[in-house]
């Protein structure tokens, strides 16, 4: 709990402290672990940065690797496991010994009443990610509840490095930073294996044979969330009057780049053409599981090229 308690540390020697964040593996990482060289990763990047399709056997390949990490995740000891014994029940129990041991953790270290808080917090993630309006609402916590109450709770699972926020923009324009909405916001796990692990049994099969129904969008969307939280971008969306939403935001090549993640074959989006028309936005991307194109100012990747983005 380095996140929660460097700060209570008697004194900080400034300018004498690097500071180095770590993650469960990413997707590249994780590639490494089931034997693909960088050589061969590096092959796929080429069919990004060219635009061209990739061909069919090798991108078969690659949604099946990525559908493993999104039910297996990023942490080494799960990782270890199923790269041994390519069990996924193994790797499940790991999971849930990990989800155990945050809300012991939430107990030993949270301060007094915050404790029943930070869980309730943490417990109500796949609840939120389930909603179609997927805006963080203190209410589905606790009723009536607002940010008073649990405001700190969230923050402080975030410090855990369990959680990631992503800020709804007031314009889809750079600055993303100053365009954040301080108290608009969704929240994502850090980890999209432990957060498989808390929903209900079976959604792991699910998602290995594509039937996931309700939370397959946000499933997909936490996965790219995580992948950008690894890459070092902070997490930005724009919604606007319920008409209008772009997943992520990311700042690329110098411009706001609306990113839009599809868990289904069609990909066409209203509220991209809408953002395109209405906002200036001079630059989409949809990330889903048909192959490489591109069509005027949008390009198409598949979803695991999140990792060259």
């Known amino acids: 709990m380095l996140g929660i308690h460097y700060k209570d540390a008697p004194s900080y020697p400034v300018g004498y402290i690097d500071t ?50 999104i039910v297996i995740g990023g942490m080494p000891r799960v990782i270890n496991e ?31 009443n915050e404790k029943a808080k930070v869980r309730a917090c943490f417990l109500s993630i796949p609840k939120h990610l389930s909603k179609d309006y997927k805006k963080f609402q203190y209410s589905l916590v606790e009723r009536k509840e607002t940010a008073r109450k ?9 410090d855990a490095g369990i959680i990631n926020f992503c800020y709804n923009l007031s314009l889809p324009e750079l600055p993303l930073e100053g365009n954040a909405k301080s108290d608009f916001f969704k929240v ?14 079976g959604s792991q099969e699910d998602i290995i044979d594509g039937n996931l129904g309700i939370y397959k969008g946000a499933i997909y969307e ?35 780049t609306a990113t ?24 989409g991307i949809k990330l889903s599981a048909k192959n490489v194109g591109a069509a005027g100012i949008i390009d198409s990747y598949m979803l695991y090229m999140a990792m060259f983005l």
């Open 188 to 201: 994502y796990m850090h980890d999209t294996g432990i957060l498989m692990a808390m929903l209900e049994e």
């Open 222 to 256: 936490n996965i790219i969330a995580d992948m950008f939280g690894k890459a070092g971008k902070k997490l930005y969306y724009f919604e606007h009057n319920l008409k209008i939403e772009i997943d992520f935001f990311i700042w690329l090549n110098k411009q706001a």
């Open 260 to 283: 839009e993640v599809k868990s289904v074959d069609n990909t066409k989006s209203k509220s991209m053409a809408s953002i395109i028309e209405n906002y200036g936005v001079k630059h």
């Open 150 to 158: 649990f405001g700190g709770s969230l923050m402080w699972l975030f």
């Open 82 to 112: 199923f790269v041994t014994t390519h069990n996924f029940a193994n790797a499940f129990k790991i999971q849930k010994s990990i989800i155990s041991d945050y809300i012991d953790d939430i107990a030993k270290y949270a301060q007094g």
């Open 20 to 69: 180095i964040e770590m993650y469960s593996l990413d997707f590249e990482e994780f590639l490494w672990a089931n034997g693909i060289l960088p050589h061969s990763i590096d092959d796929i990047r080429q069919y990004f940065v060219k635009k061209e399709k990739v061909p069919a056997a090798m991108h078969e390949k690659m949604m099946q690797l990525f559908k493993e990490y």
